[in-house]
């Protein structure tokens, strides 16, 4: 048990384990809605390098995505940015230190991201969108691994923790956390105020919705991978490595969206979609 633990805990905290990065891409297609018939087109590799290229975030008006890259030459991640009209990538963040998890905040003026210090402590960073010099979050809160804001003053914080992996609330302004439930899966997605978060189930995820103002978690469902996104009132994800799937539509379970297999997307790991809901973003390993 320590063992598998310790893998885990490598794979999350990448300042121990850079090495075992996976080789990632990240791909973008089109959702076409025709009368509830939806379909994904178009599919575009936007990075196509060997290396790890990962946790996509659409900007809130959906003309470019941030994501995480890591560089074999300087042996370190930083955020870059893909222009989705123009197609060039820029980089984003230029720190002596890693960052990860690129999320846009609240009030639409900085970006927040898991910053790995010099001394291996991952810290909540902001960056202005419009640039500037970064400021850490929360300072005394050093093992973060992932984070989705609740509103401006409040964050969901995926904790690092052993021996399992905890949420935690923290407020800004009194710089403190709380734990909200623990054994929990990596992505956390907000609707409609409130938090969504899962637990493992067997070889399910459980899906939980979390109200702040009730401090209260609501059983919502069953997925087959941890990682999801919302279309309107269905959850996404992979119900395979090569199948997008919608759940929670009815009770017959999950039903199937698109197979991108043909597209050679084979091995699907992260999911996300624009606000306006006409692009996807999948991550598929290598």
Not at 9 to 28: F, G, H, R
Not at 46 to 64: L, V
Not at 89 to 114: D, H, L, R
Not at 261 to 277: A, L, M, Y
Request: a positive charge; aromatic letters at 10%.
């Amino acid at each position: 048990m320590k063992t598998r633990l310790l893998i885990v805990y490598c794979l999350l905290s990448t300042v121990y384990c850079l090495a075992q990065l996976p080789e990632s891409d990240i791909w973008l297609l089109n959702i076409k809605d025709s009368a509830g018939t939806v379909s994904l087109t178009d599919p575009i590799n936007i990075t196509s390098r060997k290396g790890y290229d990962n946790q996509p975030a659409f900007s809130p008006d959906g003309t470019y995505v941030l994501y995480t890259r890591y560089d074999d030459s300087t042996k370190q991640s930083d955020i870059y940015k893909y222009d989705i009209k123009t197609k060039n990538i820029t980089q984003f963040t230029k720190t002596p230190t890693s960052e990860y998890s690129p999320t846009f905040m609240p009030e639409a003026k900085n970006i927040s991201v898991v910053m790995v210090e010099k001394d291996s402590a991952q810290r909540l960073w902001k960056f202005p969108i419009a640039g500037g010099a970064p400021v850490c979050i929360m300072q005394n809160v050093k093992e973060v691994g992932y984070h989705s804001w609740i509103n401006k003053d409040s964050v969901a914080l995926f904790i690092l923790t052993k021996p399992s992996f905890t949420i935690q609330l923290a407020n800004i302004a009194t710089q403190k956390a709380s734990v909200i439930a623990d054994s929990v899966g990596r992505c956390m997605r907000m609707k409609d105020h409130l938090l969504w978060y899962t637990t493992k189930l067997g070889v399910l995820n459980t899906v939980y919705e979390y109200h702040p103002k009730l401090k209260k978690s609501v059983l919502k469902g069953v997925i087959e991978n941890e990682d999801y996104c919302f279309y309107g009132k269905s959850v996404w994800s992979c119900s395979d490595n090569s199948i997008v799937s919608g759940y929670m539509n009815d009770k017959s379970g999950a039903t199937e969206i698109a197979n991108l297999e043909k597209f050679g997307i084979t091995k699907i790991t992260r999911i996300t979609i624009s606000p306006d809901g006409k692009k996807i973003a999948l991550v598929s390993n290598r």
